[in-house]
Antibody, heavy 122, light 110 residues
Framework: EVQVMESGGGLVQPGGSLRLSCAAS????????MSWVRQAPGKGLEWVSA????????YYADSVKGRFTISRDSSKNTLYLQMNSLRAEDTAVYYC???????????????WGQGTLVTVSS | QSVLTQPPSASGTPGQRVTISCSGS????????VYWYQQLPGTAPKVLIY???ERPSGVPDRFSGSKSGTSASLAISGLRSEDEADYYC???????????FGGGTKLTVL
């Protein structure tokens, strides 16, 4: 069964850092692009970042560019999101999702993890 | 302000047919596939329609998608109470080099 599972969320002060992880199983990890998507409380979905299957290309939403870094470790079948200079508006549930059929991101995200909550507050 | 525009809400009675629109531009819907996601309360989103109009296995044929130019729509026929959820359209945007989502449509079954 194809599965992804996030971890690493929590409470962090404004200006702080946090690293999210996403453990993948049930598929050849290096063959598929991966994305992070977030959802602020009571709000809609916002795509955050994506990385190609090879890890050679990365993509970011303008709202996080320069502060967040996406990476992947194929030896551990794990996706990461390093989040620095966190702001209150970064408070959200962060979902990890596999690109269903492509090695480059296209928006066909399946499956999604259960999400991990990041709260930025003093 | 989302790149893709959806109505914030839609409603219908059981058995009715409802449609949800998604408007974009030439850099996203106009040149790339559209995907639709369903998010039931308290759960992660799941794909409902892929590549404009295809249904994953397990998704009832009551759900259908279409695309024309820079707009797309999701139709739900034979509305059921369990269809009450938030629905999002998404597409790759060539200008932004990123995935763009619509703001979401909350469907209420009256």
């Amino acid at each position: 069964e194809v599965q992804v599972m996030e971890s690493g969320g929590g409470l962090v002060q404004p200006g702080g850092s946090l690293r999210l992880s996403c453990a993948a199983s049930g598929f050849t990890f290096s063959s598929y692009a991966m994305s992070w998507v977030r959802q602020a409380p009571g709000k809609g979905l916002e795509w955050v970042s994506a990385i190609t299957g090879s890890g050679g290309s990365t993509y970011y939403a303008d709202s996080v560019k320069g502060r967040f870094t996406i990476s992947r470790d194929s030896s551990k079948n794990t996706l990461y999101l390093q989040m620095n200079s966190l702001r209150a508006e970064d408070t959200a549930v962060y979902y990890c999702a596999k690109e269903r059929d492509y090695s480059s991101p296209r928006g066909w995200l399946d499956p999604w993890g259960q999400g991990t909550l990041v709260t930025v507050s003093s | 302000q989302s790149v893709l525009t959806q109505p914030p809400s839609a409603s219908g009675t059981p058995g009715q047919r409802v449609t949800i629109s998604c408007s974009g531009s030439s850099s996203n819907i106009g040149t790339n596939y559209v995907y639709w996601y369903q998010q039931l309360p308290g759960t992660a989103p799941k794909v409902l329609i892929y590549r404009n109009n295809e249904r994953p296995s397990g998704v009832p044929d009551r759900f259908s998608g279409s695309k024309s130019g820079t707009s797309a729509s999701l139709a739900i026929s034979g509305l059921r109470s369990e269809d009450e959820a938030d629905y999002y359209c998404a597409a790759w945007d060539d200008s932004l080099s990123g995935v763009v989502f619509g703001g979401g449509t909350k469907l209420t079954v009256l």
